[in-house]
């Protein structure tokens, strides 16, 4: 069956940084768009970066457009996000989605504080 499962997810300080992890299988991740979604206490989730199958086009939230950056490796069905100068508007539990399939992973929770 279809897993997503994301993993990264820590408690920083402000201006430090993360990358996040979503271990794929049970589909061609290297044919799937993917996309990382994140979700803060009491809101609804945002799209925060997108990733078209071979990587060549991606798209991002206005909040983090210039310090996260989306990747894939396709050789082992791994998606990414690189999350640099973050801040407490960052704090949520980030998913990782793959929406052609209405997969979505179980989130791995990222909290910026000092």
């Known amino acids: 069956q279809v897993q997503l499962v994301e993993s990264g997810g820590a408690l920083v300080q402000p201006g430090e940084s993360l990358r996040l992890s979503c271990a794929t299988s049970?589909?061609?991740?290297?044919?799937?768009?993917m996309n990382w979604y994140r979700q803060g206490l009491g809101k609804g989730r945002e799209l925060v970066a997108a990733?078209?199958?071979?990587?060549?086009?991606?798209v991002y939230a206005d909040s983090v457009k210039g310090r996260f950056s989306i990747s894939r490796d396709n050789a082992n069905n791994v998606l990414y996000l690189q999350m640099n100068s973050l801040n407490s508007e960052d704090t949520a539990v980030y998913y990782c989605?793959?929406?052609?399939?209405?997969?979505w992973g179980q989130g791995t929770r990222v909290v910026v504080s000092s």
């Open positions: 989605n793959a929406p052609k399939l209405g997969a």
């Open positions: 049970g589909f061609t991740f290297s044919s799937a768009a």
């Open positions: 990733i078209t199958s071979n990587g060549s086009d991606t």
